[in-house]
């Protein structure tokens, strides 16, 4: 999944703004919950950790190329980074710190397992397989690469935005089929 289709994922799930929001009347916080900014920042690492670096690199060196680089091209620390920003494992360790150590950061922090999820079943073993269960095992799915399928690209994107109006609209729908019934108790 491209990091910019996490970074919305993470945000609609994994802020009190997002969809969980919606279990809580007048959690309407907006672009100030800072949860927002934790969920997209918590999405996006595993990404930016190690492909986001091998990017800046490439265009601060002058040897950027649009479109994916070949395999033999990319140094080793940008596997090694992907490795562990991309287990469960390792997600799952960090998670058992943060709910002892910054309980309030639990939420946000889902959005790291669910970037993992989400990238299991659109990498294949060509490019990027997702090490869900790296140090312990080097198993991986082997999926449809999103690069290669644009309809998997329409399709999670579609998602997204069923989300988002979902999140912006059922607080209205919702609001409106209370009021006759608190009218008819005045
Ligand atoms: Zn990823």
Partial sequence: MDTFAHGAIS??????????????DGCRSGWKDWTLWAALAFGTLPDLTSFG?????RIVSGNFTPGKPDLTEIPQYVFTAY?????????????ILIGIFVRCCLLPYLA???????????HSA?????????PVSQWHFDGWAFSAYPLLIVGYWGAVVLL?????LYPKVRE???????DAHE
Avoid: N
């Avoid at 670096?53 to 690199?57: D, I, L, S």
């Avoid at 669910?114 to 299991?120: G, S, V």
């Avoid at 409106?176 to 608190?182: I, K, M, N, S």
């Fill in 11 to 24: 945000m609609l799930a994994a802020s009190r703004s997002g969809l969980p929001g919606l279990k809580h």
């Fill in 53 to 57: 670096v091998y990017f800046v690199q």
């Fill in 83 to 95: 490795d562990v920003s991309h287990s469960l494992v390792v997600a799952a360790a960090a998670g």
């Fill in 112 to 122: 790291w397992p669910l970037h993992i999820l989400c990238d299991i079943p659109t």
């Fill in 126 to 134: 060509d490019f990027f397989a997702t090490p869900v269960f790296w």
């Fill in 164 to 168: 988002f109006a979902w999140r912006m």
């Fill in 176 to 182: 409106r089929a209370r009021r006759p019934r608190e």
